[in-house]
């Protein structure tokens, strides 16, 4: 049995952990946090700890994890490049899985992205991302979103610093041959739409994943915690997680 802490309790996140947690038996919640309460205290006979909450909280959640050697799932989004390379560093310590989405139907989604873009290549397709979630949503695009366009990124050999066209506004000028879109909608309670859009002269194909509830990330995030239990120390995601790689 994995004894799991779960960050961020009170939250829309924390609380579909706690459920998806308690319908999996090989885990158990035997602690919790939320921000204000004492984390080495939670930490206590803990072995792994599952955390959706706010990317600025991430630095002290690793550093209290290195010191009591605790095994890590982090869910959150819209962290810095230096909060990631902290995370990577740690994982050279610590085993922890990283992921942008815990959803399995997402996963799939990175995986057939990354196929249909080695077919649809960009010599005839041009390549559009649309992502949709609920007004309280603070981090643009969504970690999902940024992930897709990072595999997007890698099979092309574009850059998202210079290729990346993030929304467009004004006189522009015509498509780049090389410009990949990023669109970010907002409103409503919606959890989470992801569209990957490949458009030709006389078709298009569109690959789509619409979640409804959180419990199916939070559902991926426990099946990672104890995918976990055994494995040494490094840096894994979900794909690992399900066997894509």
């Given amino acids: ?29 035997t602690a919790t946090h939320d921000a204000g309460e ?11 700890v599952i955390d959706f909450t706010m990317h600025k909280f991430t630095r002290e959640l690793v550093e209290a994890a290195l010191k009591n050697g ?3 799932v982090i869910g959150t989004t819209g962290h810095t490049d230096e909060e990631r390379e902290m ?3 740690a994982a050279k310590t610590l085993p922890i899985v990283f992921a942008a989405n ?17 077919i649809l290549t960009q010599d005839r397709f041009d390549i559009e991302v649309v992502e949709m979630h609920h007004r309280h949503k603070i981090d643009a695009p969504s970690g999902t979103a940024r992930r897709l366009l990072e595999i997007l990124n890698e099979e092309t050999g574009t850059s998202y610093q210079t290729d990346i066209a993030h929304g467009r506004v004004g006189n ?3 498509r780049k041959p090389r410009e990949i879109g990023m669109h970010t909608l907002r409103g409503g309670d919606v959890v989470g739409d992801h569209t ?31 995918w976990l239990a055994d494995k040494p120390a490094g840096l894994y995601d979900m794909q690992d997680v399900l066997g894509l790689k």
């Fill in 196 to 226: 990957v859009v490949f458009a030709a002269d006389g078709e298009r194909v569109e690959l789509t994943h619409k979640a409804s509830s959180r419990l199916t990330f939070a559902a991926g995030a426990v099946r990672a915690a104890a």
């Fill in 70 to 72: 605790t095994r890590l």
């Fill in 102 to 118: 815990y959803s399995v139907g997402v996963n799939t989604l990175f995986w057939l992205t990354s196929r249909a873009a080695q």
């Fill in 1 to 29: 049995m994995i004894n799991l802490l779960v960050t961020g309790k009170s939250g829309r996140m924390g609380q579909a952990v706690l459920q998806a947690a308690e319908a999996n038996p090989a885990v158990t919640v």
């Fill in 87 to 89: 995370v990577k560093e």
């Fill in 38 to 48: 004492d984390l080495i205290k939670a930490l206590t006979g803990v072995d792994c």
């Fill in 172 to 174: 522009v000028g015509p």
